[in-house]
């Protein structure tokens, strides 16, 4: 999905995925992932993208993060419930 006027990437889930939404925010942008109840990216939001983070979280769609993102991801994260039947 493009949006001209505010830059966003955004990959969402495929429908019906279970999980959460789990995300950080620094002064430049914030990166959304959408994890399912495996530890998998299903999807995910970035505002300001740069164009090697977007290309990075393409990349990790369908696997699991490794533990050092999970550490990193866990001290500045706020989790997001899905509900179910919205992604």
Do not use: C
């Not at 505010?6 to 002064?27: F, I, K, M, N, S």
């Not at 959304?32 to 990075?56: I, N, T």
């Not at 533990?67 to 919205?86: F, R, W």
């Amino acid at each position: 999905v493009k949006t001209p006027s505010y830059r966003l990437a955004l990959a969402p889930p495929p429908a019906g995925t279970r999980g959460a939404w789990v995300h950080q925010t620094d002064e430049q942008r914030t990166v959304a992932r959408f994890v399912d109840e495996h530890g998998v990216l299903r999807g995910f939001g970035l505002s300001a993208p740069a164009p090697a983070l977007r290309q990075g979280l393409l990349a990790e769609l369908g696997s699991a993060p490794n533990a050092a993102k999970l550490s990193n991801m866990a001290s500045t994260q706020t989790v997001i419930p899905a509900k179910a039947g919205i992604p």
